[in-house]
């Protein structure tokens, strides 16, 4: 069984959280994930345009430009990250730095530093020949987006070429504070579980472990970003036990939401 | 609007029907906007095919915006060149005082037909901006206009000119405060109000269907430039020459005449110099992502977006539309860049020659004119896009030139 997929078949319920690479100590931060349960790692790749992030995501993405951040050093990070953890990790971020040295490239990379997922923002399912074929050939899985729009005959277009889990963006708008109704959340997983075996984590706005522990109830996985980002920011080369912190208590919810439901 | 149909081996019936110009162009956007993507591809298609579209378009661009245009025999610049006779179609003379009006029309006439209740917009110059608080005014839509904060600061006659039109103008902090990142925090907008909401989009770039509407809103440019050239000389024009920021003024004024045997010269600033900071992603750049298109982008070896740097804000962007990119790569358009210092020249020309202060981004076309009227023949004749007037401008060139206002 892949990394991801064993991650998703415990037990409970998963908890993925999302920092980006190159702002603050990474490597310090990703361990603080894994030592406080993280059950899977998104590691942002940071680009001078995030277009679909928010203030703190933003931020972020220029604080790691800014500290010199390169594409080679989200590979060192990962490839660090591998050959200490078994826990799966995958690249998110943007069309452009992704193909900047071809698909070929990309997915060799991802490859070769354990890199077991990789989500990119801006190619829908229409342009997949840009990036999906390279990371299939070398079987990495291409974690695409459902968001509030992907209505039923949008859906499948997006889960044709689908892997490792689909994503479900429970906010039409940008990542950060914006939160959906639990509800919604609740009829639109749903929705997707009829429509796909794989299984389904729900972001964008979860900050909170009650929150977590919501969606953790009808939800395969809850992403938390912004809220762990906003930590590193906050206590810069520091952030490692307030990451751990927040982490430790997001998995405790995630983890006991079912035996609590 | 509705051009004659292309033959199967015209150069006019780009894209293909992904949105696609050869290698170019596509649909790179978050997949929250991919269902308002092809819903406004659908509604677009309608819209083509509707002839109560078209009339009320023509009828706007005739009395609202005071079409068509007029294409101007420039004696005096051509006596200075000293060589091909240089032509103008005067877009500048347009309400709002550039081409930007003309896609503004088609734009929210289209907004109107897909229901939607406000209208965003992204803006460099103020030019895109100017003319969608107009249309928005016209139509009794609200406004907010994207700007970058640095383009606030040295725009700002179009700042209060977009306030006095009731639309609300928020200045976009972010990257380099520029146009690429007032278009990032339009496309955040978008993506919250995807219910209500239609994006403006300034140029011919940005997701399909965009390229392509675009441009067959400022296809009105070429097509009177045409027909005009022929009434007044009987023959077509050898070279036509225009601007480029994203690319809107010069597809619209290329796209009639592509199928003809007549060369094109598109120039983009060359800011402090193609060895320096500049905005000629086509001379300086590589094929890549932003925006929603695939195209030529200013940007490093790990593709991060460099910053671009152009006198003129409306040329200030990385990128470039698709279906230029494709018109490089096939070698049906020539592409070339003029510096500031050579637009500030050029500029000074026209006003001193022909009693026109042009926008600094034409400034760039004429100063294209400028090297290549001596080197061809009297008999010949260059025709160059006067897209923008230059009263916003005054306050720029007043600094660059070092005088007190
Ligand atoms: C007068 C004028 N010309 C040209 C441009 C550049 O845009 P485009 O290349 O789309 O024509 C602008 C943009 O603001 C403008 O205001």
């Not at chain 1, 452009?96 to 399912?125: E, T």
């Not at chain 2, 809103?217 to 023959?235: C, H, N, P």
Request: proline share 6%.
């Amino acid at each position: 069984m892949s990394r991801l997929a064993s991650a998703f078949a415990k037990p409970h319920p998963a908890l993925v959280t999302f920092v980006t690479a190159g702002d603050g100590d990474t490597a310090a931060i990703l361990d603080a994930l894994v030592a406080g349960g993280a059950d899977v790692i998104e590691l942002g790749m940071p680009f001078t345009d995030p277009m679909a992030d928010g203030p703190a995501i933003q931020a972020a993405n220029l604080r790691a430009l800014g500290a010199g951040t390169t594409t080679a050093d989200i590979f060192r990070i990962a490839a660090g990250f591998r050959a200490r953890h078994a826990t799966p990790l995958v690249l998110m971020g943007y069309a452009n730095p992704m193909l900047a040295r071809g698909s070929d490239w990309f997915a060799q990379q991802c490859a070769k530093a354990g890199v077991d997922g990789v989500i990119c923002v801006d190619i829908p399912p229409e342009e997949d020949g840009d990036l999906g074929p390279a990371l299939r050939a070398r079987g990495i899985a291409l974690i695409r987006l459902a968001t509030p729009t992907s209505d039923a005959a949008r859906l499948p277009a997006i889960l044709e070429g689908s892997s490792g889990f689909l994503y479900y963006v429970s906010v039409a708008g940008i990542t950060g504070k914006q939160q959906a109704v639990q509800a919604s959340i609740e009829e639109a997983v749903a929705r997707l579980k009829a429509a796909t075996a794989l299984p389904v984590a729900v972001g964008f706005g979860v900050r909170h472990p009650e929150q977590a522990a919501a969606i953790a109830r009808v939800a395969d996985g809850v992403v938390v970003g912004s809220a762990l980002v906003e930590l590193v920011a906050q206590h810069g080369a520091e952030a490692a036990g307030p990451v751990r912190a927040l982490t430790a208590a997001l998995a405790q919810a995630v983890h006991r939401a079912r035996a609590h439901a | 609007m509705n051009a004659p149909a292309a033959g199967t081996n015209s150069l006019r019936n780009q894209p293909d029907e992904r949105g696609h110009f050869g290698a170019f162009g596509g649909r790179y956007v978050a997949e929250t906007l991919m269902p308002l993507i092809l819903e406004l591809e659908r509604e677009y298609a309608r819209a083509k095919a509707d002839p109560a579209f078209a009339a009320q378009f023509d009828d706007l661009l005739e009395h609202y915006v005071g079409r068509p245009s007029p294409l101007y025999f420039a004696p005096r610049l051509t006596g200075e060149l000293g060589g091909a006779q240089v032509w103008f179609k005067r877009d500048e003379l347009n309400h709002t005082g550039a081409h930007k009006i003309n896609n503004c029309v088609g734009q929210i006439l289209l907004a109107m037909r897909m229901g939607k209740t406000r209208i965003i917009a992204e803006t460099g110059a103020g030019q895109h901006g100017v003319a969608t608080a107009t249309v928005c005014a016209r139509f009794g839509l609200p406004c907010v206009v994207y700007m970058g904060a640095t383009d606030v600061e040295r725009q700002q006659p179009n700042v209060f000119r977009m306030k006095l039109l009731g639309a609300e103008v928020v200045p976009v902090t972010s990257g380099a405060a520029t146009l690429k990142d007032a278009m990032n925090e339009a496309l955040r907008d978008w993506v919250a109000h995807v219910h209500d909401t239609f994006y403006i989009i300034g140029t011919a770039a940005g997701p399909h269907p965009y390229p392509e509407l675009v441009r067959d809103f400022q296809s009105v440019i070429g097509k009177e430039a045409r027909a005009q050239m022929l009434a007044r000389t009987g023959r077509l024009p050898d070279l036509l020459v225009a601007a480029i920021g994203g690319g809107s003024n010069a597809i619209g004024l290329f796209h009639p005449f592509l199928d003809d045997p007549v060369r094109m010269l598109g120039v983009e600033a060359a800011g402090h110099g193609l060895d320096k900071q500049h905005a000629a992603s086509l001379a300086g750049g590589r094929p890549g992502i932003l925006h929603g298109n695939k195209t030529y982008l200013l940007q490093d070896e790990d593709g991060q977006i460099t910053e671009a740097h152009s006198i003129s804000a409306g040329l200030d962007y990385p990128g470039i539309g698709p279906e230029h990119a494709w018109l490089k790569e096939i070698g049906r358009v020539e592409y070339t860049s003029a510096t500031d210092t050579e637009a500030l020249a050029a500029f000074q020309l026209l006003c001193r020659t022909e009693g026109i202060i042009p926008a600094l981004e034409p400034s760039h076309a004429i100063a294209a004119v400028r090297r290549i009227a001596p080197t061809m023949g009297k008999d010949q004749i260059i025709l160059a896009n006067l897209c923008g007037r230059g009263d916003k401008d005054i306050f720029t060139v007043a600094k660059a030139l070092g005088a007190e206002l």
